[in-house]
Structure formats: C-alpha cells, structure tokens
C-alpha cells in the first residue's frame, strides 16, 4: 500500500480507487471513518454476554460492499488496540489482496493443504495491530476446502492467537462458501447497498444463513444518501462507492454511485422482541429487526 498524506475532511484526490475504499485509514478523521467507527461499536455491544470474536461479513450478491466494510472494520478494530486478523474467504474471486496492494501467491488455500503453516504467510498491514491473510491461488474445490477440518483447525488456532477475526466471503446466494464460514463464525454482518440490492435475494440470504444456523447479528445498509431521513437521524452517514455493478441494479442507482463521494454504513441491529420487518423497501430489510425466527435462533446460542 503506497503512503499518500491525510486529509481531515476530504479523500486525497491523488489516492487510486481501491486505497479510496480504506477511508478508515487514508482519512480516519472524516465522517466516513467515524460511520465505521460506530459499527465497531456497535459490534461491541450487540452481544455482550457472547463476544463477538469471529466475524463474517457478507452479502447477498455481488458489489454491495461487504469486502469494503469488512476492511474497514478490521482497521477500525485494529485501531482500538485490538490485534486483528483480517481473512479473504472468497476463494473464488479474491480481492482483498488488490484492496491492500500486496500479492496473493500463497495464502488461505495453502494453509488448508497444508503446504505452509498460517504464520508464514499472514502479512502485516500498515495499521498496527492488523494482519492479512490473502486467499492464495484459486482452487478447484472451495466449498470442501472451506467445510474441511483443516479450516475448521484453522479458525480454533487462529482464535488463540488474536482478538478478533474478521472474514470477507462470497455472496450467500452465488455459492455456498459464505454460508461455511459462517457457520464458523460468531456473528454474521450482511451488507445491503442503496438503489442497488433487492428484496428476493436478500430474504433468500438470510433463509440460507439461518439454515446453517448462522448467527446473523445485524445488517449493514450501504450507500445511503445524505438527504435520507437515516442520515438525519443519525443512523449513519450515506455513501456510493461506484465500483463494480451486478445484476439488479438500476440506473438511478448507478448513476448515484459513480457521482457521490465515499461516506460510511448505516447499521440495524437486533432487538430483544424484534417487530415484524416492512420488506417493501431495501432500506426496511436493511434498518429494521430481522423476522423473528432469526431472533429465536439467536437466543439459543
């Protein structure tokens, strides 16, 4: 990752696209960081009886922004003093190697077939306190690899040796990787964009997540706009990151993306005695409870 100066309140215009993307590092004292910042927070607090160490951040398709928001709260968590391992579980398109600037020859995939020991092959990234383990050379079997005793060895020893562990995966409805490590995981984030994500795959996310009992803590709603009553009121701050589109977008929501400047997630907790979620909106998906089955499922862990 190549060293650019901090601006308080604007994203360097000389910063490529994918170093935009990491605004909790390259601009941590403007509202989008701040935005990341209270989903860490709130990551704190969902569950503060069951910690939540392990975490997979998720989407129901493609481009809704979870490898973003999984990088920036993996800083923000290393920030805080925390040591935290960030892990590329998609195996199938990896991209968290491109976001930092560093290669991808060996990583997650060598570890699982034993080639190379974990350490050897984790990366230390420049936020203290934060490590990357890239997802290595493509395999032709990522769903058995990831649903292997090696990775689940993996994730038991990586959870001797740090704080919290924060996975990027593939979308839940493409492939059936994010839903094994999930089920790894201690809490699932599921990442819906504005103008962009719609209904019937994110309910179809969350029934695949709850079928492998996966505890899903919250969701987090990207690209909100400024002038929405969320932002107002305080949920967040919007944003677009106009970067890769994926079927089901319509053209008010890219033309949006491309022409607004990065900004920070909105996040919707759980609650106690969920109400029943208005799924006429992406936006009520995004900010309500989760439908009740979801809430039981959680309490009974």
């Keep these: 990752m190549s060293k650019r100066s901090k601006r308080a309140t604007n994203i360097d215009p000389f910063l490529n696209p994918e170093e935009r ?150 979308p839940v409805t493409a492939v059936t990787d994010a839903q094994l490590i999930a089920s790894l995981a201690d809490g699932v984030l599921l990442v819906a964009r504005v103008d962009f994500s719609r209904r019937e795959p994110l309910v179809r996310a969350l029934q695949l997540l709850e079928s492998v009992q996966a505890h899903v803590v919250g969701t987090v709603l990207n690209a909100v706009p400024k002038k929405s009553a969320l932002y107002r009121y305080g949920y967040g701050y919007g944003y677009g990151y106009g970067y890769g589109y994926g079927a089901g977008a319509s053209k008010k929501g890219r033309k949006k993306a491309k022409s607004e400047e990065p900004a920070a997630p909105s996040y919707g907790p759980l609650s106690p005695q969920p109400s029943k979620p208005n799924f006429s909106s992406i936006e009520a998906v995004a900010t309500q409870e989760l439908p009740e089955h979801l809430s039981r499922n959680r309490r009974k862990r």
């Design 21 to 170: 993307k990491l605004v909790t590092f390259f601009n941590p004292l403007s509202p989008v960081a701040e935005g990341y910042r209270t989903l860490r927070t709130n990551v704190h607090f969902v569950s503060p009886d069951q910690p939540l160490h392990v975490l997979a951040i998720t989407s129901a398709m493609t481009a809704e922004g979870k490898t973003t928001t999984a990088a920036n709260l993996a800083i923000t968590l290393a920030q805080e003093g925390h040591k935290t391992l960030l892990i590329d579980g998609d195996l199938r398109k990896p991209s968290m190697h491109r976001l930092f600037d560093l290669a991808n020859t060996q990583g997650l995939t060598n570890v699982l077939v034993g080639q190379i020991s974990y350490e050897e092959v984790i990366q230390a990234l420049p936020v203290e306190h934060l490590h990357l383990l890239t997802a290595g050379p493509t395999p032709p079997n990522p769903s058995e690899m990831l649903m292997s005793r090696a990775m689940d060895n993996l994730v038991k020893q990586l959870r001797g040796a740090y704080t919290y562990i924060v996975f990027d995966t593939s």
